[in-house]
């Protein structure tokens, strides 16, 4: 069984472009996560799907990110423009469901660097 | 505030030797403690999961405890490999909230 994915694994853009990352979650899993770590700094959570809605997006740190999850299936997440300050790695996670026992399997990331 | 602090910070042990990593937790109301192993340049990784009536749970070389009283909880590795060589990060979770992530311990094992 696929893994969760992610892409691109690295992106360097300048401050004021868009940049767009893409997740696609282990097939089957409605609950699909965001999470960001800032060099230095502890992994955050940005948001929370369940398939296509956005159960919990109180992480997003404004509105230069927008997050979307069409089908239900994979999840995009795009900055716009980006700013130095959002360099940093970008996870997903999904899980089955959201009980305490439900574990959650992590993507590799995408390493955002803002020039 | 919900918080997670870790330490030590870093560590470095030699291979065959055990190791215990801490986490202080302030999550509240718990719902649950997990401890993921997270290797450079990849996601984090599962290693246990407890609940507020679970003070301990293996995997493998890896043992979890949990002190609901005292709000800690422990990584103990017994006979280190090369390949523990990783950061190790406690997450918290209160009840209808968010994962809160610890800093994370970063582990070395040398030959």
């Known amino acids: 069984e696929a893994g969760v994915t992610q892409f691109p694994s690295h992106s360097v853009i300048e401050k004021g472009q868009t940049v767009t990352l893409r997740c696609d979650p282990i097939?089957?899993?409605?609950?699909l996560y965001w999470y960001r770590r800032v060099m230095g700094k502890e992994i955050k959570f940005l948001l929370h799907f369940v398939k296509e809605s956005k159960q919990d997006e109180s992480g997003m740190p404004n509105n230069r990110f927008l997050a979307e999850r069409t089908g239900g299936t994979y999840s995009t997440l795009k900055v716009q423009p980006a700013e130095l300050e959002d360099s940093g790695v970008y996870f997903c996670?999904?899980?089955?469901?959201?009980?305490?026992?439900?574990?959650?399997?992590f993507g590799p990331g995408t390493r955002l660097t803002v020039l | 505030k919900n918080q997670v602090e870790q330490s030590p910070q870093s560590l470095i042990i030699l291979e065959g030797k055990n190791c215990t990593l801490q986490c202080n937790y302030t999550v509240s109301p718990f719902s649950n403690l997990r401890w993921y192993k997270q290797d450079t340049g990849r996601g984090p990784v599962s290693l246990t999961i407890?609940?507020?009536?679970?003070n301990t749970k293996s995997n493998g070389r890896y043992t979890a405890t949990l002190d609901a009283d005292t709000k800690q909880s422990s990584l103990h590795i017994t006979a280190s490999q090369l390949s523990d060589s990783a950061s190790y990060i406690c997450?918290?979770?209160?009840?209808?909230?968010?994962?809160?992530f610890g800093p994370g311990t970063r582990l070395s094992v040398l030959p």
């Open positions: 097939s089957g899993h409605d609950n």
């Open positions: 997450v918290g979770r209160a009840y209808g909230q968010n994962f809160v």
């Open positions: 407890m609940t507020f009536s679970e």
């Open positions: 996670a999904s899980s089955a469901g959201t009980s305490r026992y439900n574990e959650q399997f």
